[in-house]
C-alpha cells in the first residue's frame, strides 16, 4: 500500500526532476547482437541530455526470459528498463507453459523502437548462396545443415519453423544465447545459417564470408539486389518484426513519458541515426499508450499465428 502511495505522489513536475543517478538497461541477449547494439548506441545521447550515466546490462539466456523476469522485479522508478524484440511479450506467453513474469502485467510500454528488416545468411563455406540454393541443399540432406537461433520460440527460430514448414525440410535449430554466440558460431562455420541484423552481416557479405538468402522484412535492400524477402517466397510467417523498450509495470505515467521523449531525441542522434541506416531499422517512437495498445494486438496476432502453425499453447518450459 505504502509503495502505491509513494508511486501516485510522482508529478510531471517531479519527472523533470528525473533523474538523479545511473540508469539501467537490461538487455535480455548476450552482448555483440543488434538488440545489444541498439542499446549502447541509444545510451550515448540519452547519457549526454539526461546527465547521469546510462549503462546497459547483458542479462542472456531461455529465450529473453532471464532477462525480462530481472525487468519486471525491478523497481519501478525509471531507473530500470529493458529493450528486447517481440518474442519476450507476444511469443513466450503462448509458447512457454509458465514465465516467472506476466506478459500484460508485470511490464509498462515505452515505445516501439523500430521495425527491423534482418536478414537469413550462410556461411559462404556451406555452398549455399540463395534462397532457392537453401531449399535445394537441405532437401539433398535432410536434417544436416544446421541453423542458429537465440533459443527456442526466438525470431530465428520461429522464421526456421517457418521456413521448414513451407518448404517441408528438416534444417536443425541450434540454440545460443542471443546473437552474440550465434554471429561468431556462423562466421567460425560452426553453423550453416542464421539470422542476422544487416549493419552485422553487410562487411562478411561483402568481404565475401557470408551469403544472402532471404530478407525478414518486408523492404527491399538496395545493397542486396536480387535477394527476395520471405513474403515473396510464400514463407513469411506473418509477425512483424519490432525492437521496443519496456519499463516495470507500475513505473509512473509522467516517467514513461519522459523516457519516451528522452529515446525520441536520443533517435534523432546522428551517430543513431546511422545506426539505423546501417541495419536498415525503421524508427517509430510511438506514445507509451500507443504503443500499448499496439503490443496487445501484437499478441493476439501471435497466438493467431502459432495455432496455425501448430505449436500447442504452453507446449515449452522455460
Given amino acids: 500500500m505504502l509503495s502505491m502511495v509513494l508511486l501516485a505522489a510522482w508529478s510531471p513536475l517531479r519527472a523533470q526532476e528525473f533523474p538523479t543517478k545511473p540508469i539501467r538497461i537490461i538487455v535480455p541477449y548476450a552482448a555483440g547482437g543488434v538488440v545489444d547494439a541498439l542499446a549502447r548506441v541509444l545510451a550515448a545521447p540519452m547519457h549526454e541530455a ?27 522508478d525509471g531507473y530500470t528498463f529493458c529493450i528486447t524484440v517481440q518474442d519476450s511479450l507476444s511469443y513466450n506467453p503462448y509458447l512457454f507453459a509458465s514465465l516467472p513474469y506476466d506478459a500484460e502485467k508485470d511490464f509498462a510500454p515505452i515505445t516501439n523502437l523500430g521495425w527491423t528488416n534482418g536478414l537469413i545468411v550462410a556461411n559462404a563455406k556451406s555452398g549455399i548462396g540463395s534462397y532457392q540454393e537453401l531449399v535445394s541443399a537441405a532437401k539433398a540432406r535432410p536434417g544436416k ?3 542458429g537461433t537465440w533459443g527456442e520460440a526466438s525470431q530465428p527460430d520461429i522464421l526456421l519453423r517457418a521456413i521448414n514448414s513451407h ?5 536443425t535449430a541450434i540454440p545460443y544465447k542471443g ?38 522484412g518486408k523492404q527491399h535492400v538496395a545493397a542486396l539486389p536480387g535477394v527476395p524477402t520471405l513474403a515473396e517466397v510464400g514463407a513469411d510467417p506473418g509477425l512483424p ?14 516517467i514513461l513519458d519522459r523516457l519516451q521523449g528522452e529515446i525520441a531525441k536520443a533517435a534523432q542522434n546522428p551517430a543513431v541515426q546511422q545506426f539505423y541506416r546501417n541495419y536498415t531499422l525503421t524508427f517509430v517512437g510511438n506514445t507509451p499508450a ?29
Fill in 145 to 147: 545443415l544446421n541453423w
Fill in 50 to 76: 539526461m546527465g547521469q550515466p546510462v549503462i546497459v546490462e547483458n542479462k542472456p539466456g531461455a529465450s529473453g526470459i532471464v532477462g525480462m523476469q530481472a525487468c519486471a522485479n525491478a523497481a519501478p
Fill in 179 to 216: 546473437a552474440g554466440q550465434a554471429n561468431p558460431a556462423l562466421f567460425s562455420g560452426e553453423i550453416d545459417l542464421t539470422y542476422m541484423g544487416i549493419g552485422n552481416a553487410m562487411q562478411h557479405i561483402q568481404a565475401g564470408t557470408l551469403k544472402p538468402i532471404v530478407l525478414t
Fill in 290 to 318: 500507443e504503443f500499448a495498445q499496439f503490443v496487445k494486438s501484437d499478441r493476439a496476432t501471435a497466438a493467431r499465428v502459432f495455432q496455425k502453425m501448430g505449436f500447442k499453447r504452453g507446449g515449452m518450459e522455460s
Fill in 167 to 171: 518448404e517441408h525440410l528438416a534444417i
Fill in 241 to 254: 518484426g519490432y525492437m521496443a523498450a519496456f519499463a516495470p509495470a507500475r513505473t509512473p505515467k509522467a
